[in-house]
């Protein structure tokens, strides 16, 4: 098929991460053909063995830095695209993999690797925002695939995406799903995170798990001691915020508050 001119051309990039995030966008199924119409998918391991030189238009990023090769290629990665957006909370957060930032990763690989001195790794997993400029940040682990169809629809219009920004609350409002704090259920992440999920958990009779992250002004330091009454000591306050986001400010700064 001869290429259409004028298409933007669109790059999918996997750093330190799972592949899920991008799996989202493979997910789309129907809504998928019609963003392979309106862009050149230029690079796209997971999908495609093609790859098109760039620059780029626009540059989904999955994955968080976590080896000094991976801070080098995300910089080339930055200077080949117009816009550059993270996807998951590997990328804008750090992910589940950042929990080792709260220990000495020297001491993991010396536990696990039987030649240690092989492994090229950093101190600390980051977020891709931590390291170069980022136009956009969606949210999730994984992300919600109708919330990234709106953020490619609306920079390939040049546009701003609606995302909204209110919590899972709204949402175990939307579903009509009585909350579980008030039923004391379960300890319940659900007012402090953002929306995106569609309150899958509370809707099972299980407590959110902040899998999208702070919300916008979460303050979470007035949602701990409605956790305490639930039972949790400081050490569970510290883990229930220390999970997909333990990396991302108002989380860690409030699991921090809960150090034993």
Known sequence: MAKAPGKPKLAVWKFASCDGCQLSLLDCEDELLAVAGAVEIAYFPEATRGVLKGPYDVS??????????DLERLKDVRRQSR???????????????ALRNFKDVKEFT?????????ISTLEKSTPIGAHVEVDYELRGCPINKHQLLEVLTAYLHGRKPNIPS???CMECKLRGTVCVLVRGAAACLGPVTHAGCGAICPAYNR?????????ETPNPQSLSPRLADRGLDERALQRVYRTFNATAEAFQKESERHDA
Do not use: R
């Open 166 to 168: 209110h919590s899972v």
């Open 60 to 69: 989904l990023v999955e994955g968080s830095v976590t080896t000094p090769h």
């Open 110 to 118: 010396n536990i696990v690797y039987a030649h240690p001195e092989y």
């Open 83 to 97: 816009s550059l957006i993270t996807i998951g909370a590997c990328a804008t957060a750090g992910g589940i993999q």
């Open 207 to 215: 407590g959110c798990y902040g899998c999208f992250g702070p919300k």
